[in-house]
């Protein structure tokens, strides 16, 4: 935020902040913690039911889920732990944010990237393991937490319209990619790992290490591309357009080559997107340019 911005403005764009830096250090974990045995739970009474019907279908999809109870086991508390550490870096940079110092302002976007991605990628598991009848998800919350201060420090800048809908968007899809990307990546790391030819590679499972490694390094690209970009550095202009080409290549290759989902037609939609945003000479300008002064 540029110190030209109002005071009020400033104040509540740091209280925000700070709130979501006490609910990154408390609520995160928490809500992480709860939502861990009910999904693993859900998911070994799936695998035993795929077991039991015996079909070679069934065995094929118990074992390709099989490893998603020890994923999950370790994936979500990574997001909780990242989570937890940004909530920390929020209190840190919450004074220079305050004061208009733009390096904060990535600090601060990347710190709220982080549960936004997260509980994105945790809302999967949940609706797919528990259902909507098991009440309000757990990871839509913690989304939230990050997601309203992330956008406020976006939209309450001095800034045209043209400048706050060119930021609004261009940061949106590198956060809705990150978290697609990480979202595939352990849809095709389970596949990878849990096929029943393996470690023998089966026809169309080979792309698969393409994509899961492909994707869980350009979701944490895309991470830092939000921090560069956030502090207007020229650096992130290439991390996003490194990090968008090669989630669309992969993804794509994966789709075409798989067909099984979706998924990875949507995650290279999004890279393109990316892509095609940041080539855009005025979206680029707006991006990186420092706001108004005046």
């Known amino acids: 935020m540029s110190p030209k911005t109002s005071k009020t403005v400033r104040q509540i764009v740091v209280l925000l902040v700070v709130i979501a830096g006490i609910l990154m250090t408390?609520?995160?974990?928490?809500?992480?913690?709860?939502?861990?045995?009910?999904?693993?739970?859900?998911?070994l009474a799936r695998i035993e039911n795929f077991e039991?019907?015996?079909?070679?279908?069934?065995?094929?999809?118990?074992?390709?889920?099989?490893?998603?109870?020890?994923?999950?086991?370790?994936?979500?508390?990574?997001?909780?732990?990242?989570?937890?550490i940004g909530g920390f870096a929020l209190f840190a940079v919450a004074l220079p944010l305050y004061k208009g110092e733009t390096w904060a302002r990535g600090a601060a976007l990347l710190a709220l990237a982080l549960p936004s991605a997260g509980g994105a990628?945790?809302?999967?598991?949940?609706?797919?393991?528990?259902?909507?009848?098991?009440?309000?998800?757990?990871?839509?919350?913690?989304?939230?937490?990050?997601?309203?201060?992330?956008?406020?420090?976006?939209?309450?800048?001095?800034?045209?319209?043209?400048?706050?809908?060119?930021n609004g968007l261009v940061f949106l899809m590198l956060g809705v990619a990150a978290a697609e990307n990480f979202a595939n990546g352990h849809a095709a790391f389970r596949i990878y790992i849990g096929h029943p030819q393996r470690p023998?590679?089966?026809?169309?499972?080979?792309?698969?290490?393409?994509?899961?490694?492909?994707?869980?390094?350009?979701?944490?690209?895309?991470?830092?591309?939000?921090?560069q970009l956030g502090g207007r550095k020229a650096g992130g202009w290439y991390v996003g357009?490194?990090?968008?080409?090669?989630?669309?290549?992969?993804?794509?290759?994966?789709?075409?080559?798989?067909?099984?989902?979706?998924?990875?037609?949507?995650g290279a939609l999004f890279g393109l997107a990316i892509v095609v945003l940041l080539l855009i000479p005025k979206v680029r300008d707006l991006v990186l340019a420092e706001p108004q002064t005046k």
């Not at 999967?124 to 309203?148: E, S, V």
């Open 26 to 43: 408390t609520a995160v974990p928490l809500l992480v913690d709860y939502t861990l045995n009910p999904i693993v739970k859900n998911q």
């Open 52 to 84: 039991k019907q015996g079909t070679p279908e069934a065995k094929t999809n118990a074992a390709v889920i099989r490893v998603v109870p020890w994923s999950i086991g370790l994936l979500f508390p990574l997001w909780a732990v990242l989570s937890f």
């Open 121 to 166: 990628f945790m809302l999967i598991p949940w609706l797919n393991f528990m259902g909507t009848g098991a009440g309000f998800p757990p990871a839509l919350i913690i989304m939230a937490i990050g997601l309203i201060p992330y956008f406020t420090i976006i939209l309450a800048e001095k800034s045209g319209w043209l400048s706050k809908a060119a």
């Open 200 to 227: 023998i590679f089966a026809p169309g499972i080979n792309v698969l290490w393409l994509s899961f490694l492909t994707l869980f390094i350009t979701s944490f690209m895309l991470l830092v591309a939000i921090y």
């Open 241 to 266: 357009i490194i990090a968008g080409l090669a989630t669309a290549g992969a993804s794509l290759a994966t789709h075409f080559i798989r067909s099984t989902t979706l998924d990875y037609l949507y």
